[in-house]
Every structure is written in C-alpha cells, then in structure tokens.
C-alpha cells in the first residue's frame, strides 16, 4: 500500500521551514502532497499561482514531493 501524506499551508511565503518539514516527510512516506491553500483568513503577500510557483521551483528536484492548490478538504 502507498503511503501518502498530505502537507497543508499557505506557503506565504515558502520559507526553509516549511521545506525541510517537507523533505523529513518525503523520508517517510511514498508521496508527500504539500496542499497550497487558495483563499487562507488572513492577509495575503502572493497570490495562489505565484504561491504555486515559488513551491514548485523549491522542490523541483524532488521526486515524491508534489504540490497542489486546494479550495477546501471537506467535500
């Protein structure tokens, strides 16, 4: 069975601790999903796709790590 984390923030910005607390879980799971969260209660510096970006670029190299935007967890 593939063991698969999801990592939720807002990443505003993506900062060195929220890409080794990542990476840690990369370690320990098959998958580590980092859930870019769209529209956080809180003042925003970037918006959601140059969020997106900034993620994507910092873990670029790694191949279990993916990055996603999300609207809400409950369906």
Excluded: C
């Excluded at 939720?8 to 098959?30: E, V, W």
């Amino acid at each position: 069975m593939k063991r698969i984390a999801l990592y939720p923030a807002s990443l505003d910005p993506i900062h060195n601790g929220h890409i080794d607390i990542a990476r840690r879980a990369a370690k320990i799971f098959d998958e580590v999903i980092v859930g870019i969260y769209d529209m956080p209660k809180k003042r925003l510096l970037f918006t959601a796709q140059e969020r997106l970006a900034l993620a994507e670029k910092a873990f670029k190299d790694e191949t279990n790590i993916r990055v996603a935007l999300y609207l809400s967890l409950i369906h």
